[in-house]
């Protein structure tokens, strides 16, 4: 597969990577073997960028799938939530402890909203302090708003950013408000002319494209300012449809079977505030005893008209 570096930095990466969170417990909770597996076929395709994270608890697919050390040139990218020092600290050395790793390539503040570069201020301090004392090789944020995005690309000890871009806008904000694919594109060109690495997360929206399969991908790797696209993958055939893809042996008419996915909304990145529900034209969302919006498999049609009112992309299909 075709590799190339990511912005001014060392780091050469697989044009597609390999995003873990959709085997981990919030998901699909595949067995360790099995998704280790799954990470060492992608491997042998061609695939070398590994994105995880710690909130996604999935180090140990990973630590398995590496264990035997037949894969040389694999990059890894983790993240962190933390808001402080120590806590970003103690993030980066449980995924080196974790993962098996005496340096994890690049690590980024964890989905940075409007605000938070002045919030995380001490957990940016780390990252610099991390990158310095060699404990991973480039930094930078992860991040769903166009505003933020903006802002990486003045920030001058970023080295990477990781934004969310597909065809449909399904995610993208600004502010407090949601943001074009337009605008978001504009941010990322800035990025890239500052010379910032680029890889995107959610070109099939979390699933709710994936019956638009192609003109999804064709969309995000059709924009030469991205230097990696980062696809979730929970089975082996996914790999094979991506692979035929990039190489070109997909029929143009193929699109994956998505008859038997259903709706989800991850709890773990659900707020509870309501938009999901009120937009749902079959009644299938309900508040559970958490204050968190849930489906109702038995009404939900699988429109998708939920998916593009989340503010914080909590709804996903698989």
């Given amino acids: ?46 695939i070398n960028f590994i994105d995880t994270a710690q909130y996604y608890r999935t180090y140990p697919y990973i630590s398995k799938a590496l264990e035997h050390g037949e894969f ?24 080196r402890k974790a993962m098996n790793r005496d340096v994890i390539d690049i690590f980024l503040m964890h989905e940075v909203r409007p605000g938070h570069l002045g919030l995380r201020a001490d957990a940016w301090q780390a990252l610099k302090d991390a990158k310095k004392e060699g404990l991973v090789r480039a930094i930078g944020l992860s991040t769903h708003h ?30 407090d408000a949601f943001a074009s694919k337009e605008e978001m594109m504009e941010s ?10 680029i890889f995107s997360m959610k070109a099939l929206g979390g699933g709710n494209l994936t019956e638009h399969y192609q003109e999804a991908l064709n969309y995000v790797f059709s924009k030469s300012e991205i230097d990696s696209v980062m696809i979730g993958f929970g089975k082996i055939a996914e790999v094979d449809d991506l692979v035929a893809y990039l190489d070109g042996s997909m029929d143009t008419s193929y699109n994956p079977d998505v008859s038997k996915k259903k709706v989800y909304i991850n709890q773990e990145d659900c707020e509870g505030c309501g938009a999901c529900k009120e937009t749902c034209p ?13 489906v109702d498999h038995e009404k939900c049609l699988t429109c998708g008209y939920c998916s593009p009112v989340c503010p914080v992309r909590a709804i996903i299909m698989y």
């Fill in 72 to 95: 040389d040139d694999v990059v890894i990218c983790s993240k962190s939530l933390c808001h402080d020092y120590d806590g970003m600290m103690e993030a980066i050395h449980e995924a």
């Fill in 146 to 175: 166009v505003d933020i995005t903006k802002a990486a690309a003045s920030m001058e000890d970023l080295d990477v950013v990781f934004p969310l871009i597909n065809y449909a806008g399904l995610g993208i904000r600004k502010g």
């Fill in 188 to 197: 990322i060109s800035l990025c890239h002319k500052a010379g910032k690495g």
């Fill in 282 to 294: 079959a009644g299938a969302i309900f508040y559970n005893e958490y204050g968190l919006s849930e």
């Fill in 1 to 46: 597969m075709k590799k190339k570096k990511l912005g001014n930095t060392d780091i050469e990466v697989s044009i597609a990577g390999f995003g873990v969170l959709p085997m981990g417990p919030s998901q699909l909770a595949l067995p360790v073997e099995e998704g280790a597996e799954i990470i060492r076929y992608a491997l042998k395709k061609g």
